[in-house]
């Protein structure tokens, strides 16, 4: 559930927004590197979490200590939706849908944004799964969290998904009519 190996809600929203937040984290400057990545990162989770308010408070507390420049879209919108497929279809003359062609991922075109705002609302809707429930399982349980964060890195790594580069900034636009 949002790329994470879990079918619990909260464990898995807790770990992906933990995971989009290490993901894009400053390599050349962040602690959580090297041989205590993972003890870092754990206690980072914690730490984070204690004087948060809300999910938003969270990742900014969590981004300070892993110094992290900017949140990057792509990287998040990997993490819930590893294996989205994109498609194209052209428009005839006459109005009606043309070819469908499903285009490459190598082409870098993100046209799918779902922001944490919306997937924690579907949750509150759905399950009543609230901020307050995915800051105590950071509180409570940044081991599981970092698990499965581990996990899901080890994977990554082993499918050879790049770490975005420092010189690359990714911006969300809005087009209102």
């Not at 894009?24 to 003890?39: F, V």
């Not at 992290?68 to 498609?87: D, F, G, M, S, Y």
């Not at 924690?120 to 799964?129: D, E, M, P």
């Not at 399982?137 to 082993?158: G, L, N």
Request: net charge negative.
């Amino acid at each position: 559930m949002y790329g994470i190996e879990t079918e619990d809600k909260t464990t898995a929203l807790a770990s992906a927004l933990s995971y989009w937040v290490f993901r894009c984290r400053d390599k050349g400057k962040s602690h959580a590197m090297g041989l205590k990545t993972w003890e870092y990162f754990q206690s980072s989770i914690q730490n984070a979490a204690i004087p948060s308010r809300n999910i938003d408070d969270y990742i900014e507390n969590l981004a300070k200590k892993l110094i992290v420049a900017h949140l990057n879209p792509k990287e998040w919108t990997r993490i819930i939706a590893p294996k989205q497929v994109v498609l194209r279809a052209t428009v005839n003359d006459d109005g009606s849908m043309g070819d469908i062609q499903q285009i490459d991922s190598d082409q870098n075109i993100d046209l799918w944004w779902l922001g944490w705002n919306d997937i924690l609302a579907k949750l509150k809707y759905t399950h009543g799964i609230s901020d307050r429930h995915i800051l105590n399982m950071c509180k409570s349980k940044p081991h599981v969290i970092t698990t499965f964060c581990r996990v899901r890195f080890e994977c990554d790594r082993a499918l050879n998904i790049p770490e975005e580069t420092e010189n690359t900034l990714d911006v969300e636009a809005t087009i209102n009519a």
